[in-house]
């Protein structure tokens, strides 16, 4: 861009040594106006003292590269911000669990901890630790799929054999965490056209989302329109604010404003890489009464 504005300004040069002496001076009106727009970032458009098309034309094209500058100059600062403010946030989810489990290792080596203490506390450092390998996997996971590196091929899947199962495996963590569930998956679907692994993803990280940040009454639903079959997820979602609805596939967003541990943020990141990789639509909308996830399927 420096080079290209480099050039520009010499051809203005050389139109300032053949033009009358009114124009030279509309010309190095230009020029300083140019030098001050540089130095502000201003917005304000170059004008000529003394009007002429061509140069006018001229200037008009300095003026759309000026703002293209200052539009890179701004897409640079938001992912700079991007970047620092994900750092610090799985900086956050990784201290978090280590913190916890170097707090226990050291109340372990208490030689006078009785036994039933000791097994609770090597327990709690069990589930820090695996948390951390969750995280960890997760990143990687996530990492990888934005980097195009894990390779899914479209399958014929049977998504309501896939949620039957799933619902059956976590039985039991919906029922202990108080959940009214209202599931309705229609025998007579199609199978959808997906990768099976990535369809397995997608549900098992709908389920664990409502599970670790929502509430009950549930519900899930899989409908038929037209060639699509539509997944639906809704919950009960305390604490989540309307701003957060729009950014909740982003990485590391959390609608958890103080970061206590239960949410990493990647989840529904995830979820969204998967879906965009396997031609699938995926959305969120709703409130804090009922909160939503739609997943739209191609059929096979």
Known sequence: MWILLAILLGVLCVLLLLWRAGEQRSLRSAIRQLRALEESGSSVRLRLEVPNAAVEELLAEIDRLLELRRSDRAESRAREQAIRRQISNVSHDLRTPLTSILGYLQLLEQEDLPPERRREYLSVVEGRAKALQALIGSFYELSRLEGGELRLERQ??????????????????????????????????????????????????????????GAGPMSIRLTQEGDRVVSVFANAAPGLEPEDVPRVFERFYTSDKMRTGQNTGLGLAIVKALSEQMGCAVSASGDHARFEIRVVWPVW
């Open 156 to 213: 014929r899947v049977d998504l309501r054999g896939v949620l039957s199962e799933l619902l059956a495996a976590f039985y039991d963590d919906f029922t202990e965490a108080g959940f009214e569930m209202e599931v309705d998956l229609p025998e007579d679907l199609p199978p959808v056209a997906a990768d099976p692994g990535g369809a397995l993803r997608i549900c098992t990280n709908l389920l664990r989302n409502a599970l670790d940040h």
